[in-house]
């Protein structure tokens, strides 16, 4: 306890642990990042001016510490936003310290005391993570236990608040997660090959209630079962979570209980690789604040079932999961041919397919003239009718070849099917089933070349040709990059995507945009000058509204 | 095993000890007695709105529930501002209910999505956003201040002189100790004004009627001195006010909105309305 006490005065005087860390034994690490961008005024992505911001110039930024000593660890992060940057969430408004935490390992317990992400499997019933990019931290503050019972038996259990910017969330959080590997436990079980873990989960949120009108439940609790079964070059992967009544302003202040599953089976063996994914999500939406809205102060994260696309033109027309109700199919399958055979050439050949559709769930509506059940159901599904709303397509297909030690290439072909009503403007199934014809959606086909070309050693030159081709929403884009680096220091770029296809002529524009980048050792600067047009950021089915913008920007990352 | 077992039980009882509410008859009786003729805490809320914004008309319905609910202990504010393409006119929607002081308000209060509002400024931290919240919350949100404690009582009329003069005089009474100065504001709000709107199913109501839509601040955005600490009960303030009133308003379905507040934290200690004659 003593030698605890010794690391808890060291960690409180952090300076002076840095430079008494060999006295301990322990290390000191950290990161910090800057961004910021100086907005110039530009009247051909923004008419009316309305997203130039007051202030010019938006600078934001972080930086994390982390101790660790041993089964001992502490760190905190400060962050700054002076102001938020556009496309953030304008939550995050001043600077402070917003992460921090002790842990300490000791007799088969993991403690955490302060700021912790958790995660219970997929994450249906609780997730608390932080995505940088899309300005999402829903960082749990309380306390953390994890526990391994017995051999092959683990147990988590949370109890704390949610970040709500640079305050807490109104709702409570407490849960528990227990998951077993059987062929840990049951050798039997290993010797026939079989690895078997079933894991079950439970989190319950506490918020007080004080509406005028309603009745609702101060605690609301949720709770999933799910198995992971591994024989092989086989993995499926099962998941179900229920949630008990939870009127929110998500789904309309409804009385419905809600429920998801997820399934997953893969193969994978001999350079080929195949993926077959479903889902169904009914009125899933948890938050710690009934009231919350967008990306704040989710409990649980519903994984998305369609690809992620990292190219820019089909970037603009990501998926976001529908909280409220979706089911969904992804297949995928990609097969490496080997080298030296007719179609795998010198250098073997990587081909890959990929669909994934999304679609609205069957919803029959209780009329809204029967008060009581409108309210305390909402809505009758069945899950083995399939909804008629389709939300999102995508089939692809990518050829990716290296031709010589020189020279390789990636070519993507893409077919999306985007509804703009859902994904876009937000709109529910009813009115949408009331009024098929007010559905806006966005068809496209999407080709994409990369290239990259090693001219000398050290100097790499990678291009992007990308089309989009649409007669919907802002209509075709092409665009053109090009990059080039000097390992290990200089990387210099520049693109354009020119909107050709837009219905407005006066929005027919060019979206240029130039940057350079050092990098020193784990340092890291980047310039950049150019425009950016209006769009919706993803990771991993969350999403943001990115405004356009015209101007300077930099960033500069680096760690000890 | 039983080792086991019995670690899994004082685990999950640590944790889980909380259960669910599980709620069959979703809806409460009558709320608040409205019957008193005694002053009591009023509730302002300033609903940021505008008219291309989807959602915002959901907001609106939420206040009139709450007038339904609590009659003039409720006073709605329309504030059209926020960003332009909820806000701008265009050919479809050309009525321009923006205002330089909703402009201000929005900006000092920093938020930039529609629909959301204030309640009596509760909350209010210079990076925090407690003061923000969705029209979803705002029964919760009255029901509490409305349970409050009345610090001061208001008093006011307005008249319109010469058709184009407002003429306004206020008096407020301490009902205790008040240990901060106060500011107060007055402002003219219109109703029943009847120009489109877009609606929740994307679609353009022409026909739509927009309530409690701010029209100009007699003060300015952050109003006058009221008080000066401290005050107690018994104490008598009062203020008189000039502003010019426009023709195209229509008197019948205007009022006059008076609040005082702290002008440390921008809590509203009082709200009153007051028909313009």
Known sequence: ??????????????????????????????????????????????????????????GQGYANFVYTDGDFSGGLRYENYQNVMLGFPEGYRGEGITYRYLQFKQDNLDVTVGSFYEQFGSGMVFRSYEERGLGYDNAMDGVRVKANLAKGVYLKGVLGRQRFYFEKSPGLLRGVDAEINLSERWHALDSLGLRWTIGASYMSKYQRANDPFLVLPENVAAGGVRSQLMKGPWVLNTEFAYKANDPSADNGYIYKDGNGFIANLSYSKNGLGVIAGVKRIDNMSFRSDRNGSTIDMLVNYLSPTTEVHTYALPALYQYATQINGEEGIQLEANYRFKRKSKLGGKYGTLVSINYSAVQSIDKDYVATSNDTLRTLQGYYSDPLERGTIPYFHDLNFKISKKVNRSFKYNLTYLNLHYNRSVLEDGLSDEPMLSNPENIKTMDADVIVLETLYRVKSKHYLRNEFQLLSTQDDRGSMAMALVEYSIAPHWFFSVQDIYNYGNPDPDQQLHYPLASVVYTQGTSRFQLSYGRQQRGIFCVGGVCRVVPPSNGVSFSLTTSF | MKQLLLSLGIFTLLFMTPSCDVIDQPFKGNVQDTTSTQQQRNVLIEDFTGHRCKNCPKASKAIEALVDAYGSRIIGLAIHAGPGNFTNTNADYPTDFTTPEGKAIQNFFGTNFLPVGMVNRENWTASGNGHWSPYSNWPTLSSEAIDSTLRIALEASAIVVDDTVLELSTEGFPQTPLLHDLSIVVLIKESNIVSPQLMPDDTKDSDYVHMNVLRDYVTDTWGASFGTSPMVPGDELSKSFVGSWDTSWIKANAAAVVYVYNPTNYRILQVIEVPVN
Do not use: K, V
């Open chain 1, 1 to 58: 306890m003593n030698r605890l006490a010794l690391r808890l005065l060291a960690l409180l005087l952090l300076p002076s642990a840095a430079i008494a860390q060999d006295s301990y034994g322990g290390q000191l690490h950290g990161n910090f990042q800057l961004d910021g961008q100086w907005y110039l005024r530009d009247e051909g992505i923004d008419p009316t001016g309305e997203f130039y911001p007051d202030e010019r110039f938006l």
